[in-house]
Structure formats: C-alpha cells, structure tokens
C-alpha cells in the first residue's frame, strides 16, 4: 500500500489495525452483486462509502446498514446502470481498493483547473448568459454541473485559460470573472441573493452543490415553474425507548438516491446509525435511524420539519425534469455558449446540466423543459438538433431498468403514519439477510 505523505507512523499503524474489511460477491443474489463492509466506524465513513458506489453510476437495489459501538456494518446490493450484476474485474478491483481505504483517502479534485461556484434565481436562458460571459473572457469550460430546485440554481465550474491552457491564478481576472458572472446572476431581481466565488476547497462536487443549495435555503422556497407530482414522502417520528430519531422515505427510485440523502444528514450533522433501503420497480423505501452527532435525537417539532423539507429538496434537486437531451462533438471555444443560446432561442429551460470533456471531445448531458417548465414542443426540439446538428445532439430516455413495471412484492416498511419497525427486529433482520448468526442483544 502506497502512503500518503501526511500520514506518519502511529497513523499508518491505526490505519493498519482499522482497514475496512471489504468482500464482493457474486453467488449470493441472483439479480446483484452483494458488497460488504465491516470496519471501524467514524463520523462520514457511511456517506463516503456510498459516494464510491455512486461515482461508479451503480444503482443501489437494497442496502443494510448497522453501527453498534464503535463498528460499522454495511451490505449494498448494486447493480450496473442497466440492471446487471458487476463482472468486470477492474470496477470490482476499484470498488475494493476504494472501499479499503475510505478511511484516509481525502476528496477528490479536479486538479489543474479553477473552480467557479455560482448561487441565484433561475430564469430562461440564464446558463447561455453565464457561458457566453466565460467564452468572452477567455475561460474554456471544461466541467461543470447545474442543478436547479425551487426557483434556485447552483452551478460549479471548472475552467481554464484559452490561451495558456492552465488555470486562472491572476487574481484581476478571477476578479474580472466574478463581477461579470455575479451581474449576470443579478438579473433584474437577484441583487442580494446571487452569489460567485472562485473554490479552492477539494470537496466532492456533488456535495458541494447539496452544500450551496443548502447554503441557499432553497428547502424553504416554493417552485416557480411546474414541478412533476410524484414528490417524495418523508415522515420523521422519534424512537425514545431507543434514544432515535427514525426517518421514512418513500420515492421514485433513481440513481445515487442514497448518496444525496445521505449525504444531507451527515452535512446536517446527523449519524446513521441503521438503515435499510429496499427497491421495487421504479420505486424506493428507506429507513434511517439516526441521532445528533451528540448522540441526541430530533428535540423539536421545528426541527422535525426542517429535516422533513431539507430530504425532500435533497432528492428533488437531481430529479430529472424535462427531456434529456445529450452532446457529442468535438470540443471548441465558444461551444457551450453557442449550444445554450440556440436552446433559449427556442424557448428550452435548462433545469440540469452535465458538462465534460474527454480527449477533445465534448461529452455534454441537458435536462430542458419549456419556460413554464411542461416537457418542450417536439419543433422546438427539432428546430434545436437541425441548428446544433442531428448527428451530435440527440434526445435520450432513461435506461430501461427504470421503466420496469414494479414487482409484485413490495417492501413492508412503512411511511407517513405506517407502523415503524422495532430497532431489535430491524437489526435482526439485517444481520439475518447478511448471512450472519450472532446471539440476541434485545
């Protein structure tokens, strides 16, 4: 094992006595790869184990999760995108070499780039603003993600210089930068709200745009435009014979459901403590027992409300509305204002975006709606691939594995009023579906 240079010796031996114990297995299930964690437990470990399943675009089927003491029990069922069992050997070698080091392995950053993060009010054509303001500065985009909820938008930016093909470090343009997107963000109606900052934290990017939407209080605001009907169930009710705070949560399954959640109790400062998620079709049932990190539970009913609205905004924000529309062409400056322009000249709202490239080549993925934020007209649609072009600009559907009809069996736990399951019963059953025999502990 290669060490990292901040570690020294006493770290690198606790390392060595608390390295994650991880199997994968193939046998066990038969429509999904069982992955399995034993390790010592610490604030964040859950949320970072998941974000490795989710940088890998599996879908999570079930999972079990348990943290008695000081040791961290967790079992994912997982899936690739298309519903099948894991079987190359490099995504299972990545997941066990990944999961076998959480515990001092930091964030990943996209190296060699400057960060733009950008908060404020969406509007029609507001992305095109933004990337035509960076093509005329000189900046080439070479990620980015745009995520909109409520009426907000929170997008993070990684450019670099045109010309010297390097990031930004003069601090007049990064202050050239700012000012121009921060005017853009204004808008007539934005003055106070709208936010740009360059980034130098190395935060998971996804996070990060949990973390500003959160920063924005955009849980507390209420959609501008149509938003589709099937909006999440989350019910909170306190477990006190156990000292829990136990969270249901019933919704449209889709991919790295798990991660957004978790990922807004931990940055919320709670700890899962157990949880079970189970998977039918194309829908989800998750239950989380959680507490403070001070080890106490939910204490009021404002607070049960601000943690009910802060999952349903978390599982909204990456909710896919609207027609998903992908990009691939050669990369060239100018490209993304270009392609933005042409959708709002055609009345398409950009309600997500993800922007990549690869070997001079543009990879980019658009969810757009109309300006009321109803799916687009088909002309409109066409008008914009006949202008950007047929061969590099295509309408895609979700994969087939979330068009399946729901099983007929579906999971028991129950959410807004059903009986919550007993912590004792809950714990036995994980461990019985682990394949596990201990002796009773209730």
């Known amino acids: 094992m290669e060490w990292p240079n901040y570690l020294d010796e006493y770290e690198k031996l606790v390392i060595r006595m608390t390295t994650p114990r991880v199997m994968i297995d193939n046998a066990g299930c038969a429509n999904a790869t069982r992955v399995m964690i034993d390790s010592a437990r610490k604030h964040g470990i859950l949320l970072e184990a998941v974000q490795v399943l989710a940088d890998l675009n599996l879908s999570i089927k079930k999972a079990y999760i348990s943290s008695d003491g000081r040791w961290f029990m967790d079992v994912f069922h997982v899936t690739d995108i298309d519903g099948n069992k894991l079987t190359d050997k490099s995504v299972i070698n990545y997941i066990e070499q990944s999961l076998g080091t959480i515990h001092y392995v930091r964030s990943k950053c996209v190296e060699g780039l400057t960060a733009l993060e950008l908060t404020g009010t969406d509007r029609l054509g507001l992305m095109s603003e933004v990337f035509a303001v960076l093509a005329d500065l000189q900046c080439n985009v070479v990620e980015a993600k745009v995520w909109t909820h409520n009426g907000r938008i929170a997008s993070l930016i990684?450019?670099?210089?045109?010309?010297?093909?390097?990031?930004?470090?003069?601090?007049?343009?990064?202050?050239?930068?700012?000012?121009?997107?921060?005017?853009?963000?204004?808008?007539?109606?934005?003055?106070?709200?709208?936010?740009?900052?360059?980034?130098?934290?190395?935060?998971?990017?996804?996070?990060?745009?949990?973390?500003?939407?959160?920063?924005?209080?955009?849980?507390?605001?209420?959609?501008?435009?149509?938003?589709?009907?099937?909006?999440?169930?989350?019910a909170v009710q306190n477990c006190l014979e156990r000292g829990y705070s136990v969270v249901n949560i019933q919704c449209k399954d889709r991919p790295k459901l798990l991660f957004d959640i978790v990922c807004t109790l931990t940055d919320m400062q709670y700890v899962v403590f157990h949880a079970t998620v189970n998977t039918a079709g194309d829908r989800a049932w998750l239950e989380f027992f959680i507490r403070h990190t001070d080890g106490t539970p939910i204490s009021s009913e404002a607070e049960r409300q601000r943690v009910m609205q802060c999952l349903q905004a978390a599982i909204q924000r990456r909710a896919s509305e609207g027609v998903r529309l992908e990009l691939c062409t050669a990369d060239r400056r100018g490209l993304l204002a270009d392609v933005t322009r042409t959708f709002r000249e055609n009345g398409l709202n950009v309600t997500r975006a993800e922007i990549s490239t690869t070997t001079d080549t543009a990879l980019n993925l658009f969810y757009v709606t109309d300006a009321c934020g109803n799916p687009p007209d088909a002309n409109a649609i066409e008008s914009v691939r006949q202008k950007v072009g047929l061969s590099s600009l295509k309408v895609k559907e979700l994969p087939s594995i979330y068009h399946q009809n729901a099983e007929a069996e579906e999971p028991t736990i129950g959410v807004g009023g059903a009986t919550l399951l007993s912590l004792g019963s809950m714990v036995r059953r994980n461990l019985y579906n682990l394949g596990l025999l201990i002796r009773s502990y209730s």
């Open 158 to 234: 990684y450019v670099k210089d045109c010309d010297s093909d390097s990031p930004i470090k003069d601090s007049q343009k990064i202050d050239r930068i700012e000012g121009r997107l921060r005017n853009v963000l204004k808008g007539d109606n934005d003055i106070r709200s709208a936010k740009t900052s360059v980034s130098m934290a190395a935060t998971h990017t996804e996070r990060r745009l949990h973390q500003m939407m959160f920063a924005d209080r955009d849980y507390e605001r209420k959609p501008i435009i149509k938003t589709s009907a099937d909006r999440p169930v989350v």
